[in-house]
């Protein structure tokens, strides 16, 4: 199965900053089948990105996705205190796998 | 509106087995397959398998000998069974709803949290 690796594991960023989180497979990935949640503590996952660089019905425009092969990425073009949460990815390549998480704070 | 709702026992003893059951609305297990996914306390999250529309299932392969996926279409509900618990089994299990062919998930559960415990 295709292991996905998520790096920073933990980042903090301030008000106002651009955070880049990636995600790393261990095989290549359609496009098509690499998604993005938002988890924030207490809560179940929500769909941030889907495909690589959709954003999810309610999802801020200043979330951003992009990648291809075993390379993605989520940039958030300028923080804001709503957005400390981990952030998982996942892929679907004859079965499913998640990312270890990404969790963002606020510096 | 679409909605997924788990229900499980709470607290199971080691070597036992779990019956969680997920119970949806607002679209058919007929046409869409739903998956179990668990989180550990303070981890990650562990696709567990899916159970496609049409019955057929699938799952992870480090846990397949000991898991069983089925569901009840006229009933909206979804059922994971898991023998052999262990205390690394204590987890939230979520189910969640596919949307087609991309396979991620758009709707997901409020999760429902297990204890292995003597």
């Known amino acids: 199965q295709i292991v996905l690796t998520q790096s920073p594991a933990i980042m903090s960023a301030s008000l106002g900053e651009r955070v880049t989180m990636t995600c790393t497979a261990s095989?290549?990935?359609?496009?098509?089948?690499l998604h993005w949640y938002q988890q924030k503590p207490g809560s179940s996952p929500k769909l941030w990105i889907y495909?690589?660089?959709n954003l999810a019905s309610g999802v801020p425009a200043r979330f951003s996705g992009s990648g291809s092969g075993t390379s993605y990425s989520l940039t958030i073009s300028s923080m804001e205190a709503e957005d400390a949460a981990t952030y998982y990815c996942?892929?679907?390549?004859?079965?499913?796998?998640f990312g270890s998480g990404t969790k963002l704070e606020i510096k | 509106q679409v909605q997924l709702k788990e229900s499980g026992p709470g607290l199971v003893a080691p070597s036992q087995s779990l019956s969680i059951t997920c119970t949806v609305s607002?679209?058919?297990?007929?046409?869409?397959?739903v998956s179990w996914i668990r989180q550990p306390p303070g981890k990650g999250l562990e696709w567990l398998g899916v159970?496609?529309?049409?019955?057929?299932?699938y799952y992870n392969s480090a846990l397949k000998s000991r898991l069983s996926i089925s569901k009840d279409n006229s009933k909206s509900q979804v059922f994971l069974k898991m023998n052999s618990l262990q205390t690394d089994d204590t987890a939230m299990y979520y189910c969640?709803?596919?949307?087609?062919?991309?396979?991620?998930?758009?709707?997901w559960g409020q999760g429902t949290t297990l204890t292995v415990s003597s």
């Open positions: 095989s290549s990935v359609s496009s098509s089948y």
């Open positions: 996942h892929q679907y390549h004859r079965s499913f796998t």
């Open positions: 607002g679209f058919s297990l007929t046409d869409y397959g």
């Open positions: 969640a709803k596919h949307d087609g062919a991309p396979y991620y998930f758009d709707y």
């Open positions: 159970i496609w529309g049409g019955g057929s299932t």
């Open positions: 495909s690589t660089s």
